[in-house]
C-alpha cells in the first residue's frame, strides 16, 4: 500500500494530497532513489487513481534527501534476476517500467518533475517524460546505459532524436551527463529554480497561482557555462556520420582536448550497446509509444546477453570499473549482428 509522506517509516514511495496537489516522493535515498518493481508499480496506480480525481489538479514529484531525483531503474535487481535465468522478472520489470512511462508523457494533468540531483535512466523516464521540468543547481541528468552492456531506454528513442539529433546521439553513445544549462538546452528541463526557492515554489503552486506567475516568480537563468552549445560545431561533425565507424575515424583524426576525451570515453564503453545506440537513434519510430514498443524489444534480448551482466557487474556489483566486453571491438560487429536486437518477440510484444 502506497504510504502518506508523513509516514517516513522505510516506505519506498510516499504521497500526500494538499492544495488540489498530489505530491509523491521517491524515498530510497540510501541508494540514490532507485526505482524498485514495487515503486513502479506503485506510482503507476497512484497516477491512474489521480488522474480520474476532480480533487487533484496537477502532480509534483521529487526524491528524498539532497543527492538524488531518482538514479534510474533498479538494474541490480534485474541483474539478479538474469544470473538466476528468471527472465520473466526480466520481462515484468521493463514491461512495467516503460508502461508507466508511457502514461507520464500522456497524462492529462500538469506533471511537474522537481529535479534537484541525480537524474539517471529510469529516472529520466519519469521527469523528462512529463510535462514541466524544473531543474536547480544540483541537477545532473544522464542516460549511461551504454556503459553497462545496455542502450538508452524509457523513452529516450525520442526524447534523444526530437532537437539536435546529433547531440542526442552523442549523449546517447558517451552518457554524458548534464547539469542545469545544458539540460535546458537540450530539452530535458523546461525551467531553473535555484534549490533555496523550491520551498517557495511548492507554497505558491499550493495556494493555487498560476504556472505563469510562478515561473516569473522563481525561475531563473542557470549561472554556469553551457557545455553542449560551446561543443556543438565539434559534436556535429564527429556524430553527424552514416556509421560507428566513421564517428571513431572522425575523432581519431582529431587532436583536440575533446576529441580525444570523447574517443577515450566511447572506448570504455561497450561495443555491442554503442553499436545497438547507434541505429536506435539514427532510425528512431514516429511516435513515443512506438519508440517505448521498440525499446522492449531491445531490452529482452540485451539482458540476456553478455555485456548486460558483465557491465552491471562492474559498474554495481564488484565497482572494479574494468568490464570484459564481448565482442571488444566496434569492427568485430555485423549489421546482422544488431538486427537480432530489434527482432520482434510475438506474442510477447509491449501493449499500451
Not at 13 to 23: C, D, K, P, S
Not at 56 to 78: H, S, W
Not at 174 to 190: H, I, N, Q, Y
Not at 225 to 239: D, K, Q, S, V
Request: glycine residues 8%; proline residues 5%; contains cysteine.
Amino acid at each position: 500500500m502506497i504510504q502518506e509522506m508523513n509516514n517516513n517509516s522505510g516506505k519506498e514511495l510516499l504521497h500526500r494530497v494538499h492544495g488540489g496537489i498530489g505530491w509523491i516522493k521517491f524515498n530510497r535515498p540510501e541508494v540514490l532513489n532507485a526505482l524498485s518493481l514495487k515503486m513502479t508499480m506503485d506510482l503507476a496506480a497512484l497516477l491512474t487513481q489521480w488522474e480520474t480525481d476532480p480533487s487533484i489538479d496537477m502532480i509534483v514529484i521529487e526524491g528524498a534527501g539532497t543527492k538524488a531525483f531518482c538514479a534510474g531503474g533498479d538494474v541490480r535487481a534485474v541483474y539478479e534476476a538474469q544470473k538466476a535465468g528468471d527472465f520473466e522478472a526480466c520481462d515484468l520489470f521493463f514491461r512495467e517500467e516503460y508502461t508507466l512511462n508511457a502514461h507520464i508523457h500522456s497524462y492529462s494533468k500538469p506533471y511537474i518533475s522537481l529535479i534537484n540531483g541525480i537524474t539517471m535512466g529510469g529516472g529520466m523516464g519519469v521527469s523528462v517524460n512529463g510535462s514541466h521540468r524544473i531543474v536547480t543547481e544540483h541537477a545532473l541528468l544522464a542516460m549511461p546505459e551504454t556503459g553497462i552492456g545496455f542502450f538508452p531506454d524509457v523513452g529516450a528513442t525520442i526524447f534523444l532524436t526530437r532537437a539536435y539529433q546529433s547531440v542526442g546521439l552523442y549523449l546517447g553513445l558517451t552518457g554524458t551527463p548534464l547539469k542545469a544549462k545544458d539540460a535546458l538546452w537540450f530539452g530535458f528541463a523546461t525551467h531553473y529554480v535555484p534549490s533555496q526557492k523550491l520551498p517557495f515554489l511548492k507554497a505558491d503552486l499550493e495556494r493555487g497561482m498560476k504556472f505563469g506567475s510562478i515561473f516569473a516568480n522563481h525561475a531563473q537563468e542557470p549561472p554556469e557555462t553551457g557545455f553542449l552549445e560551446a561543443h556543438y560545431e565539434a559534436i556535429e561533425r564527429h556524430f553527424n556520420r552514416t556509421s560507428l565507424k566513421e564517428i571513431f575515424e572522425s575523432l581519431e583524426a582529431d587532436p583536440s582536448p575533446f576529441a580525444k576525451n570523447t574517443l577515450n570515453i566511447l572506448l570504455s564503453k561497450s561495443p555491442l550497446s554503442l553499436a545497438v545506440t547507434f541505429r536506435q537513434l539514427n532510425h528512431p519510430p514516429l511516435t513515443f509509444n512506438e519508440g517505448l514498443k521498440q525499446e522492449f524489444r531491445l531490452s529482452q534480448h540485451l539482458v540476456k546477453g553478455h555485456d548486460f551482466r558483465e557491465g552491471v557487474r562492474a559498474v554495481l556489483v564488484d565497482k572494479d570499473r574494468l568490464p570484459h566486453w564481448n565482442p571488444s571491438k566496434i569492427e568485430d560487429i555485423s549489421w546482422e549482428d544488431i538486427d537480432h536486437f530489434f527482432a520482434p518477440l510475438g506474442e510477447r510484444e509491449l501493449v499500451l
